[in-house]
C-alpha cells in the first residue's frame, strides 16, 4: 500500500486532504507542525510527502534542505505562496513538485500519481549508455561516474534516462515534461533548467560548460555530443 505522509498545520486542510487521499486507497500519516513532521521522515519510510512551508517549530524550507543527501521519497511542496521563486527554490532544494494553494482533490491526485509514476519506473530496456565519464544502466537504474555510484531522486533520475534513451538526439521542452513529469505538465521550463542545473552538478566534470546534459538553444535538451 501507498503511504503518504502529510505535513500542514491547518486542522481543516490536513482533514480534507487525509480523507481524500484515504477514499483513494492511499495510507496517511499526518503531522501538525515541522517537528513532527521531521521525525515522521526520520522514523519511517513514504512513497510521497506533501509538505507545507509555512510551518510552526521547523518550516518547510529547514525541513528540504534536511533531506539533502539522503535517501528520502519525493516531496510535493503544497504552498499558499504560489511565486515563481519560491518554485525555483523549492525544485532548488530537492522537492519533486510544487502545488499552490487553493488545489482541487482531482489536481492532488494528479500530481500523486505523477509522482507515484516516476518513482516507481518499471525496469528500462538492457542498455548502458556512455559519456563523459558517466554510465548508465537503464535495465538497473544505475548510474555510476568514474566507477562510483551516484545517488539521485526519482525525478533526477528519470529525466537523466528520459534523455539518454535518446542519446545524442535533442528533445524538446514539452516531450520532456510529459515523458518525465506526467501527460499534464508542458510548459513548466523552470522544472527542467533547475533539474538539469542538479544533474550537471552530479554528473559533469564542469557543470558550467555540460558535456553530458546540454541545452541546445530554445530547442530543448541532448544528452552527450549530436549523433
Ligand atoms: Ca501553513
Not at 14 to 20: A, L, N, P, V
Amino acid at each position: 500500500m501507498t503511504r503518504i505522509l502529510i505535513v500542514e498545520d491547518d486542522p481543516a486542510l490536513r482533514g480534507s486532504i487525509r480523507s481524500t487521499l484515504e477514499h483513494s486507497g492511499y495510507e496517511v500519516r499526518t503531522a501538525g507542525d515541522g517537528a513532527a513532521g521531521a521525525r515522521e521522515l526520520q522514523a519511517e519510510t513514504y512513497d510521497v510527502v506533501l509538505l507545507d512551508i509555512g510551518l510552526p517549530f521547523i518550516d518547510g524550507w529547514r525541513i528540504l534542505g534536511s533531506l539533502e543527501g539522503r535517501r528520502v521519497p519525493p516531496v510535493i511542496v503544497i504552498s499558499a505562496r504560489g511565486d515563481e521563486r519560491d518554485k525555483v527554490r523549492a525544485l532548488d532544494l530537492g522537492a519533486d513538485d510544487y502545488l499552490a494553494k487553493p488545489f482541487g482533490a482531482d489536481e492532488l491526485l494528479a500530481r500523486i500519481r505523477a509522482v507515484l509514476r516516476r518513482t516507481q519506473t518499471a525496469p528500462g530496456p538492457n542498455v548502458v549508455i556512455k559519456a563523459g565519464g558517466v554510465t548508465i544502466d537503464l535495465a538497473g537504474g544505475v548510474v555510476l561516474r568514474d566507477g562510483s555510484e551516484l545517488r539521485l531522486s526519482p525525478t533526477e533520475y528519470g529525466l537523466l534516462a528520459a534523455l539518454a534513451r535518446h542519446s545524442g538526439q535533442v528533445i524538446d521542452h514539452r516531450t520532456l515534461l510529459r515523458e518525465v513529469w506526467g501527460p499534464s505538465y508542458g510548459d513548466e521550463r523552470n522544472y527542467l533548467r533547475t533539474f538539469a542545473q542538479r544533474l550537471r552538478m552530479k554528473l559533469e566534470q564542469d557543470p558550467k560548460n555540460p558535456k553530458i546534459i546540454v541545452t541546445v538553444g530554445s530547442r530543448g535538451y541532448r544528452f552527450g555530443p549530436p549523433a
